[in-house]
């Protein structure tokens, strides 16, 4: 008889050898062709040409592990640093909490470690010596955050207590990666919250999601439906979860930012009371969210197209490029007015590219690849007029602006881009949207690449048919709709919720 653990000594090594296969193909494509070569229909090659092409990541000889490379960690920072800002206003206080969680921590609240148990990676040696207690590497933190808690709050006055933190998680799962959208390790902020009223601790998760928002609509140009999970795609040991959704142009929804409202469920198990204002002990109401490396993975996928990547400009590090155009006899003039454009354009991070042994032309390809949001390009001509030519990345459309005017130009065209980047994300969402009343109907609807709007019941087994029948979709978010005499679309009986069901990552 196999033993489990060779089985899931199999699947990773199998793993590794897909990891290292797709690295080696996408690498060699690189090599090859400049430019991406999948259709974006073909999603899994196109991603993975992009991730290596536009030079986002890397993968590594740890199956489902991936290197952030500059350009997209720098990205990471810049949400971190907005997310931050919002979370200070509502009383967020930034902490860290160690990487490893002992067992004993892990086991106090049975319906989460069951949720977790097949991912958590442990450690139980150093060296060559056993551990006297296996040690979890964290999948998440509440099992080592909340002892602590539970010393720290004594009476109403230390509540709400907020702390957030942002670190990496592990888990193993042995699902196919993909990376930014699932791999074993990734980065997060993972903020708990302690109130004293559950009327608060609801309150608050609308202040979290609304500050996440903020970041991923205005500034990352996402449009996405906030919506209650099923209490089968609820977060293990909480009471219940509501997430930010996104669809992609195939139809496959993305899940961001989370609300978990956990109750009382965590502070029975790790005894986190407090006298209130009578001098009575009470139990606290917890609440976690967080924000992932996976949004990165969100805002590459629905905005970039086959040419490569397009990064709304609120996001870019750099908005501009000034691409010279280079003879030998009005060099020096050229590059004297690419350098008081960078000057002048200093607020967009404006930036010449003086490279001398690549040709034009591959310049222009490279930084349409990386997502340059406007590109400037000037030459002994456009001097002669006193003019540029300037061509956004959204559209590829150019025109021709006077020097004098380019800084007023470059403000409007970004201010488009950005608005525009969210405008094409909601389009392409509300386009993916149909009702079905039958579960016939929704298999048509996700092989029509889209999400379908069900009638359905509470019981978890209907799930279950439902994403057996599907080949894969499930209960994304219970929709507003009101259920009147609707019935279930799996057994029958009379629905409790519309759902909108599809296909995920």
Known sequence: MVKKEEVKQEKDQKGITADKELSKSVHQSAKDQKGITADKDDFSEWFAELMIKADLADYTDVSGCIVFKPSSYEIWQKIQVLVDERFKKLGVRNSYFPLFIPEKYLNKEKEHVEGFSPEVAWVEK?????????????????????????????????????YNQWNNVVRWEFKHPVPFFRT???????????????????????????????VTENYMGLYGVYGRKTDREKFA????????????????????CPFHHDGQNFAKAYDIKF???????????????AISTRMLGV????????????????????????VPILFE???????KVCDELVKELKSFNAFVDKRENISVGFKFNEWELKGMPIRIEIGPKDL??????????????KEFVKISDVKKFVEKSLDEIQRGLFVKSKEIFLSKLADANSLEELKKVIENKKVGLVPLCKQESCEEVLKAETK??????????????????????????????????
């Not at 296996?134 to 002892?147: F, G, H, K, N």
């Not at 993972?190 to 979290?208: D, N, P, R």
Request: a positive charge; proline letters at 3%; one cysteine or more.
């Open 126 to 162: 150093a060296g060559d010596t056993k551990l006297g207690e296996r040690l979890a590497v964290r999948p998440t933190s509440e099992t080592i955050m909340y002892p602590s808690y539970s010393k720290w709050i004594r009476s109403w006055r230390d509540l709400p207590l907020r």
């Open 184 to 214: 074993r390790e990734f980065l997060w902020n993972e903020l708990h919250t302690v109130c004293a009223t559950e009327k608060e601790s609801i309150a608050e998760g609308k202040m979290v999601i609304d500050a996440y928002n903020d």
């Open 384 to 397: 002669e007029k006193n003019q540029v030519v300037v061509v956004r990345r959204d559209t590829f459309k």
């Open 275 to 289: 006298l209130d204002e009578n001098g009575k002990e009470q139990y606290g109401w917890q609440n976690t969210y």
């Open 299 to 322: 805002m590459f996928a629905i905005h970039s197209d086959e040419k490569g990547l397009i990064i709304p400009p609120k996001m870019a590090l750099n908005s501009v490029v000034i």
């Open 472 to 505: 894969g979709a499930k209960a994304l978010w219970i929709d507003n709709k009101k259920v009147k005499s609707e019935k279930c679309i799996i057994c029958g009986k009379k629905a409790d919720y519309f759902v909108y069901a599809g296909k995920s990552y």
């Open 329 to 335: 006899n009005t060099k020096d003039k050229v590059l």
């Open 237 to 256: 040991g909480g009471v219940f979860s509501e997430k930010v959704h996104y669809i992609m142009a195939n139809g496959k929804v993305l899940e961001g």
